[in-house]
């Protein structure tokens, strides 16, 4: 079983659409979790970090973390054409040697 | 503006060649870090530095080679050992050399073989 798992879409959703985004994970320990996007050709660009278990809410993006199912999401509200990118999710924990990403999950907003 | 630099954008390196990436931040952040990308496969650490002069292998070391003497710059030599260095490098920095610090990234060099 891959430490993290992403599906790599691509998904293509009508803009103003709600967009779930989701990451499963084996390992347990993991503690602190991120979200990156990335636009083609460029780095990526942190969007959220979370500590734990919850939600964390940041304008037209909510982080959920479900510890207990190994489970966490990226929902974008109003999606505009502009959110059209490749979405990495990322975790680690205390004491790990490294940040362990999942492969990006491709998404396309159409005007 | 604070941020990483990365140069070249692109790279073309022939047989036999060492070719060097460059990697400046001015973030004052204490950790930098160098990752490969490749198309279905997403990051792959090749090394990092949580302090100047001091570094450690990621998981795909082999043919690459790194140096920190500056904190603000972490260059990546890439060499002739790797055979199949076509990829796109992405160089990251984070904060207070903790690795649960998010990381941020610069636009990366996209290395060719001609």
């Known amino acids: 079983q891959k430490e993290v798992e992403q599906d790599p879409g691509p998904l293509s959703v009508p803009e103003g659409a709600i967009v779930s985004l989701n990451c499963t994970y084996s390992?347990?320990?993991?503690?602190?979790f991120m979200w990156y996007r990335q636009y083609s050709r460029k780095g990526p660009e942190l969007l959220m970090y979370?500590?734990?278990?919850g939600n964390k809410e940041d304008g037209r993006f909510t982080a959920q973390v479900d510890k207990s199912s190994k489970y966490i999401s990226l929902f974008i509200r109003d999606s505009q054409p502009s959110d059209s990118a490749t979405y990495l999710c990322a975790m680690v924990w205390d004491g790990s040697e490294k940040l362990v990403f999942g492969k990006g999950t491709k998404l396309t907003v159409n005007p | 503006d604070g941020g990483i630099t990365q140069s070249p954008k692109y790279l073309f390196r022939k047989e036999g060649q060492n070719v060097t990436l460059s990697c400046e931040q001015n973030l004052n952040h204490d950790a930098m870090y160098w990752y490969r990308q490749d198309p279905g496969q997403g990051l792959r650490l090749i090394y990092y530095s949580q302090i100047v002069n001091d570094f450690q292998k990621g998981d795909i070391a082999e043919g690459y080679s790194v140096s920190r003497e500056k904190k603000e710059s972490f260059p990546l030599t890439v060499t002739s050992a790797q055979k199949n260095p076509t990829a796109f490098y992405l160089c990251?920095?984070?904060?207070?050399?903790?690795?649960?610090?998010?990381?941020?990234f610069g636009d990366g060099t996209r290395l060719s073989i001609l």
């Open positions: 390992n347990s320990a993991f503690q602190y």
């Open positions: 990251a920095s984070s904060w207070g050399g903790r690795l649960n610090q998010p990381q941020h």
């Open positions: 979370t500590y734990s278990s």
